[in-house]
């Protein structure tokens, strides 16, 4: 497996797989109008792709100026101003590569260039994900605030947000 900058030639196979984890773990939450907007939004920094045997396996990206790093009780957690604070964004692992160390090679890709721009960390992710808020607490993530999300789940039920700011250390 390596992991990648992300080229716009990814995106096809980048919707092939956020499709393939949306059936398995309904993530995204609600399936975009336009998937490959979803997979390049507002505030884009940079972004990384897990490549296995000539297939997308798996994908994460960078993001200033929207998402968690925008909520101000992150923010006030952070202690740090809104311009040093980025997010994690639309990382997602085909199930068939789970527990393989990808999401954490992601995640450790994404982390470099971030500490490398000097920015810290937030992150956001959905009460029906427990496995994903597993993995951020187990790699250290400490969750900061939780809320109900202005849109719900496609059967009309709430969602519950939870926030997460990276370590101290990184």
Known sequence: MIIRPRVDSDLDACVSAMAEVHSTDQYPTNWPDNPIRWLTPDGLLASWVAESDGAIVGHVALQHGHGASTVPAVIEAAGVEPAALASVARLLVVPAVR???????????????????????????????????AFYERTGWRRVVSETAPWTRPDGSAVIKHYYLESPTG
């Open 99 to 133: 527990r393989q160390g990808v999401a954490a090679a992601l995640m450790d890709a994404l982390g470099e260039e971030a500490a490398r721009r000097g920015l810290r960390l937030a992150l956001d992710t959905v009460g029906h994900a427990p496995a994903a808020m």
